[in-house]
């Protein structure tokens, strides 16, 4: 038997376990690739299919908890008195006159006992007749003392009152708005309105 003959044979035998040279296959199937399962013969298979173990992962420390941010709200500060107003307030509340240093919507006034006021601002939801109360205040003296609050006094040691006496319009005014390289002019009129308080009462009371 010639070897050519005997290399046809033993290829017929072998079943075909490649393919051949991609620049042979069509083009559809030169993408495709096959894998070769290597099995030992000395180790039977299995019936059932093989599961990989995972390793077990070890448990991971807990993260502490996120510090809690700050409100954004302002807390009022606690008033305390100390024992120097304890003892110097009877002094200021025996003296005939007394003024304060009041604050409304953040504008600070300094009135006495029957003082007319008139707010830069027409104040919303009050009639002529209605009676406020002032429990911002952060001066309040007399001649010879003079208590200062951080940044107000307790509202426990006064009591001011004011009275809503009616609101006050100022006269039109008509201001005329122009622009450069523009003959066109604007007139805006305007006409303000503030609303007139009456210091009504002003009161000292004991630290408590």
Same mark, same amino acid.
């Given at each position: 038997?010639?070897?050519?003959?005997?290399?046809?044979?033993? @290829?017929?035998?072998?079943?075909?376990?490649?393919?051949?040279?991609?620049?042979?296959?069509?083009?559809?199937?030169?993408? &495709?690739?096959?894998?070769?399962?290597?099995?030992?013969?000395?180790?039977?298979?299995?019936?059932?299919?093989?599961?990989?173990?995972?390793? /077990?992962?070890?448990?991971?420390?807990?993260? /502490?908890?996120?510090?809690?941010?700050?409100?954004?709200?302002?807390?009022?500060?606690?008033?305390?008195?100390?024992?120097?107003?304890?003892?110097?307030? /009877? &002094?200021?509340?025996?003296?005939?006159?007394?003024?304060?240093?009041?604050?409304?919507?953040?504008?600070?006034?300094?009135?006495? @006992?029957?003082?007319?006021?008139?707010?830069?601002?027409?104040?919303?939801?009050?009639?002529?007749?209605?009676?406020?109360?002032?429990?911002?205040?952060?001066?309040?003296?007399?001649?010879?003392?003079?208590?200062?609050?951080?940044?107000?006094?307790?509202?426990?040691?006064? @009591?001011?009152?004011?009275?809503?006496?009616?609101? @006050?319009? #100022?006269?039109?005014?008509?201001?005329?708005?122009?622009?450069?390289?523009?003959?066109?002019?604007?007139?805006?009129?305007?006409?303000?309105?503030?609303?007139?308080?009456?210091?009504? #009462?002003?009161?000292?009371?004991? /630290?408590?």
């Amino acid at each position: 038997m010639s070897r050519s003959l005997l290399r046809s044979v033993l @290829e017929l035998r072998t079943p075909i376990t490649r393919l051949p040279p991609t620049f042979l296959l069509p083009i559809r199937a030169r993408g &495709l690739t096959t894998t070769t399962q290597h099995i030992d013969p000395a180790t039977p298979p299995s019936a059932t299919p093989t599961q990989t173990t995972v390793p /077990p992962i070890a448990p991971s420390k807990p993260s /502490p908890p996120p510090p809690t941010p700050p409100s954004s709200q302002p807390q009022a500060p606690t008033p305390t008195t100390s024992a120097s107003v304890a003892e110097l307030f /009877p &002094l200021l509340r025996a003296q005939p006159s007394h003024y304060i240093t009041v604050h409304i919507h953040g504008r600070p006034y300094l009135v006495t @006992e029957g003082d007319r006021v008139r707010l830069p601002f027409l104040m919303h939801d009050v009639v002529p007749g209605d009676v406020l109360r002032l429990d911002r205040a952060s001066t309040l003296g007399s001649r010879d003392y003079t208590l200062l609050g951080r940044p107000y006094i307790d509202a426990g040691l006064f @009591e001011c009152r004011a009275t809503v006496l009616g609101v @006050e319009s #100022e006269p039109m005014r008509v201001k005329v708005k122009t622009k450069r390289r523009n003959r066109r002019n604007r007139h805006v009129a305007s006409k303000h309105k503030y609303t007139i308080l009456r210091i009504s #009462e002003l009161k000292l009371l004991g /630290p408590s």
